[in-house]
């Protein structure tokens, strides 16, 4: 007899899903039967190719475009998703964007990009979804945000931990609001993870992965599969008396001046 998948007739919707933590959550969902809908701002290729593995080992999948920082385009992307499925089971905002700079230039419009793909995005997408979500019996809103928010390591990512710090609050607020919907809302604070964002920071910061892995009680730097399989807990019926919570998964690090929260 076969197992029943954790996921079954559930519709998720992945932000940032063509590559990375994305990427890996929508495999991941997708192998557990749900209808995955996979976001992508500008690399349709990519998230093509995502939905090509999805199917050909029989899973089911969309690709739909929006760019996180227009609430517009995040309007017609859901629009699109409905439409072939009528619901929004699952929200993972997971979309983001990094930008390095001097916390003194933490100015005009690469910080402004940052709010608002960051933080007004996952407001946005979260706004709208829950709409749909209040009409059934369970939702789940997972927020992908960062250990940039909970301690102090690497140089120049001021902004980006300022706009993950917010997310974290956004999270709490949201799920006090929406829990009488019984819509769960917990983010996860990934630590180090090899996705082309991070590997672009640590190069551009002269950080060498080694360096990293020995910051950590696993002396190891995550993979998105890591960040996958605490979402896919997240999402399904296991959490279902859990919200409001940010959970860290870093491999332990220990480089941080304070992690208190």
């Not at 706009?163 to 974290?168: F, I, L």
């Amino acid at each position: 007899m076969a197992q029943e998948k954790r996921l079954e007739n559930k519709v998720a919707l992945i932000t940032g899903a063509s590559r990375g933590i994305g990427k890996a959550i929508a495999l991941c969902f997708a192998k557990e039967g749900a209808f995955v809908a996979i976001n992508y701002a500008q690399s349709q290729n990519l998230a093509e190719e995502v939905c090509q593995t999805i199917r050909t080992n029989g899973g089911r999948c969309m690709d739909v475009q929006a760019d996180l920082g227009d609430s517009r385009q995040v309007d017609r992307m859901i629009e699109k998703v409905l439409l072939e499925n009528d619901k929004i089971d699952i929200l993972v905002n997971n979309a983001g964007v990094l930008k390095l700079m001097p916390t003194l230039d933490t100015l005009g419009s690469d910080f402004d990009r940052m709010i608002d793909v960051n933080l007004k995005g996952i407001l946005h997408c979260s706004r709208v979804v829950s709409d749909n979500m209040k009409g059934l019996d369970t939702g789940r809103i997972i927020n992908v945000s960062s250990i940039a928010a909970l301690g102090t390591s690497m140089n120049g990512c001021t902004g980006y931990a300022i706009t993950k710090s917010a997310v974290n609050m956004l999270t709490r607020r949201l799920a006090l609001e929406l829990g009488p919907e019984n819509i769960t809302v917990n983010a996860i604070a990934p630590g180090f993870v090899a996705t082309d964002m991070s590997l672009e920071g640590a190069r551009a910061t002269g950080t060498e992965l080694s360096s990293i892995a020995s910051r950590t009680m696993l002396n190891r730097i995550g993979q998105p599969v890591d960040i996958a399989r605490v979402a896919l807990f997240l999402a399904s019926e296991d959490s279902s008396f859990m919200t409001g919570q940010v959970i860290t998964v870093d491999g332990g690090r220990v480089d941080y001046l304070t992690r208190s929260v």
